[in-house]
């Protein structure tokens, strides 16, 4: 019979029980520090050599992290997982409510991290390769009628000039036009310079994901807006004056993000609808192709890298299409 020993708390267990605990807490020591550095590798990596910004890199190693903790259970590192390994974990992620969305991106996480470490090989396989997403996954984006956003954009509105003073409504305005006419994201929008506004040409150029650059078209209504704003400017104060940005905050700084957020909600109370600078991106693309634009032209103005993203709004416009056919034919509706 096998010699028993006592832990710290003073109980006695076996010595076969014991050699396997401290097994146990050797493999985990073992498995964290493998993805410790496998994580760091990875980040290097978005950071360097895929330009990503901070937030994004950010968002990636806690989606990679949460997987890491996942696998600790059967006390196996990121570099050992399997393909079983990746669907139960997606699995564990829907049953603890998590939406369908939110599970696509940890996936599209796990997807970018496996096809790194396949290519400094540091694994054999990518377990993520060919993984099926299931169709609750592809979420179609909220937007905004013609009708919202004509009553969000309309400068006679009072929501827009009531309680603010003229040189930021006028900033506002400017930037909810900006945001629908060119379906910036919000980020895109706040790290906007005077330097890539070229309103004589009708165009600013914006850094999307990764710094990549695109030149992204302004319609009439939103040059007039900026134009109008930028008059305004000149006479404000000095820090605002000498800022670079080309919607910059009260003491000339750049605007956060949180703080365009706020914007955007607050002109769309009159439409009786929370809206988010996202939805007036979402609202741009879905008019551009109900009015007729091809995909290609719309995956440019929205820096989309797969034309496939962009294919979303097909169905989006389809949606609307049935909508207004029940609505109008005399002979779509039951009887």
Known sequence: MAPSLRNQ????????TWVCLIRQQYL??????????????????????KGLATS??????????????????????????NRQDVKDFLQHLFSNSLDGRSVARKLSALRH???YLLLDRRVKSDPTLNLDSPRQWRVLPKALTREEVAT???PGDSHIHSQIPKSLALRDRAMLEVLYAGALRVSELVGVKLEDL?????????RGKGDKERIVPLGASAQS????????????????RSSSYLFPGTRGRKLTRQRAWQIVQRASHATGRHASPHMLRHSCATHLVENGADLRTVQTILGHADISTTQIYTHVALDRLKSVYQKHHPRAKTR
């Open 152 to 154: 969000m954009l309309n």
């Open 9 to 16: 708390t003073g109980l006695s267990i076996s010595k076969d």
């Open 28 to 49: 985990r020591k073992v498995a964290s520090e493998s993805n410790s550095e496998a994580l760091r590798a990875f980040c290097d990596f978005l950071r360097i050599e």
């Open 113 to 115: 991290l496996y096809r």
């Open 56 to 81: 994004t890199v950010s968002a990636y190693t806690i989606d990679v992290e949460q997987f890491a903790e996942f696998l600790s259970k059967t006390r196996r590192n990121l570099l050992e997982a």
């Open 198 to 206: 070229k309103l004589e040409l009708g165009y600013v150029l914006v």
């Open 225 to 240: 807006a900026i134009s109008a704003y930028l008059k305004h400017r000149r006479e404000s104060k000095p820090d605002i």
